[in-house]
């Protein structure tokens, strides 16, 4: 008994014994890049190392910062209204320049009406009683 069976397949087609009959491929890829391949190897070449500054985002912001107060005033914004000088002063153009008259004191007058006893309200409030609870 055979343990299993060759089967002899013919590759070629029928019409012309030299062409070699094969299927359509399956999908098609970019041919691999040439160059070479390994360690610290790159498209590009080699990369050059750069050192990189921490703190240049610090520096620019006090760059900033400086400038912007070579760029302030030495005296804060004050609303005060500065006095200026007029032509006429206000006495003047109100025409108080002239000295005023001395007030005469007033006369005083008596108590309106005077009672034999004091005020006593007609509804006192209750005694003890609290408000507030």
Do not use: C, W
Request: glycine share 6%; aromatic share 10%.
């Amino acid at each position: 008994m055979k343990e299993f069976e060759h089967v002899q397949k013919n590759f070629r087609s029928e019409e012309n014994n030299r062409e070699v009959v094969i299927a359509p491929r399956n999908f098609l890829v970019n041919p691999p890049k040439k160059g070479i391949v390994g360690k610290n190897t790159s498209f590009g070449g080699v990369i050059p190392y750069m050192e990189d500054d921490y703190n240049r985002p610090k520096e620019l912001l006090k760059k900033e910062r400086l400038h912007g107060q070579t760029l302030m005033q030495d005296k804060p914004f004050s609303q005060k209204v500065k006095q200026t000088d007029m032509f006429n002063t206000f006495k003047q153009v109100i025409g108080e320049d002239v000295p005023m008259p001395p007030k005469e004191p007033r006369k005083k007058s008596p108590p309106a009406m005077e009672h034999d006893k004091p005020f006593k309200p007609s509804h006192p409030p209750r005694v003890g009683y609290n408000k507030a609870f």
